[in-house]
């Protein structure tokens, strides 16, 4: 228990992975519902009134409700899989039927919702409990700048509870420090570029941003259609890889043209897990930007690589050319989406008007609702991504359509793909960032660098697990590859965590000092 900690009844049994949670209902040691109260206390005590990290916003009335519930099916024989009754935290980008609602932490957005996400709906069908919704980054850090990681008008500030003074990363901010704290084993985020990977490694978890297509999207507010994705947080590589099962399972979405894309034969991603990586080329990418621009993490991120010749991997080092990345054409692509899905999204919980009233019915709606309102402190928090994205030419603008094939050329073509092909390489990998930087509301976040964009931009898969840290925070490992290479990179995150046998723990202190450059 940290310094920062309360005493909290049934801590043991609320900081157990899914997969251990799984074996103890199994054997009658706890059950579900002894399970979801647990978590239920720790997360009044945590987050609530004790180092108040605000990660969840909204708990679930009914989760108790759903866990005996679920007990009794298991009394009855029918155990529905890996995640019969584990709880579990979702962004509240994520639809969710009723009062849950989904505010994509925007006040404008805080009507009950008419119907659950089809994620939603999935992890239902497979057992598990909803817990409650996560804090984020307001509109999933599509707002304005600058921005804090974290903060949103209907949250508040999240926090890292590896140093309350230190940025929790975002835009799945609650989801990442929610499982960080122990407030539940697994979490639901959602990533358009770094939203799942930056809270992971800040909070010292597996974060993994699947391949654009894999899980659907229905019933989530969107920013982009050719980015977004749900994918899991967990604190293990195991427990993500359940959690994908469970995201992935079930026929295509016809909702969600991205799903189409998607290959027949995907799941399994558990039962892939067996560390054995001979056979296996990772490359290191030494490309400026991906490393040098923080020595301590390099030390780290350096110290850890030997650990992928352990597990009976190749290492290709270094590997250079590995294409390029546009933000400003990024941005082209976002904003244009964003106009285009946010109303389309809109349009669907409207269509139940008394559910839904008082939603705004596009961007033009939000902007004046952020201007009449005093508590989304436009003073200190912009909405000028939101003004460009409202005035942008849409989906059907020609630039939109050269930008969105640029990015795609250099991050796919001339990317990914091409130094996978050029080098045989199964994987990449590089520092995810560096450690978690200060809170700042004044000047925003200010990070140096990172390794998330190039995969999310060209919607390929990646996965960030923790290897060590700095001043006590910890610091991350990105790998990523090709799309649908999700069980191979899986596969390598478990090798490493079994090679490194490290998994953080926080201990809620104030502040860590200054940080070792």
Known sequence: MGPGEPDVGGSEIACQSAAGLQALMETGETTSAEVTAALLERIEAIDGAGPTLRAVLRVNAGALDEATRLDGERREGRVRGPLHGVPILLKDNIDTAGELGATAGSLAL???????????????????????????????????????SGWSGAGGQTRNPFALDRTPGGSSSGSGA???????????????????????????VVGLKPTVGLVSRTGIVPISSSQDTAGPIARSVADAALLLDALAAGPTDPDDPAMEARPHALGGFFAGLDGDLRGCRIGVVRDEYYFGY??????????????????????????????????????????????????EYLGRRWSSVADSAGLPRGLDDVIAFNEATEAELLGTFPQDVLVRSAASGGIDDPAYLEALAANHRRTREAGIDEVCRREALDALVAPTMGPAWLIDHVNGDHHSSSAWSQPAIAGYPSITMPVGAVNGLPVGLAIWGRAWSEATLLNIAFAMERQLAYSPVPTFPTSVGPVTS
């Open 110 to 148: 805080s009507a009950p919702a008419p119907a659950d996400a089809a994620l939603v709906t999935q992890l239902r069908r497979a057992g598990a409990v909803i817990l409650g919704k996560t804090n984020l980054s307001e509109w999933a850090n599509f707002r304005g700048r600058p921005s804090s």
């Open 178 to 204: 929610g499982v960080a704290a122990g407030l539940a084993p697994v979490a639901v985020g959602t990533e358009t570029d770094g939203s799942i990977l930056c809270p992971a490694a800040a909070c010292g």
């Open 294 to 343: 923080h020595p301590a993490t390099d030390r780290v991120i350096e110290a850890a690589l030997g650990a992928f010749v352990e597990a009976g991997a190749e290492l290709v080092d270094p590997v250079y050319d590995i294409g390029t990345v546009s933000h400003s054409d990024e941005m082209i692509v976002l904003c244009a989406e964003f106009k285009a899905g946010l109303a």
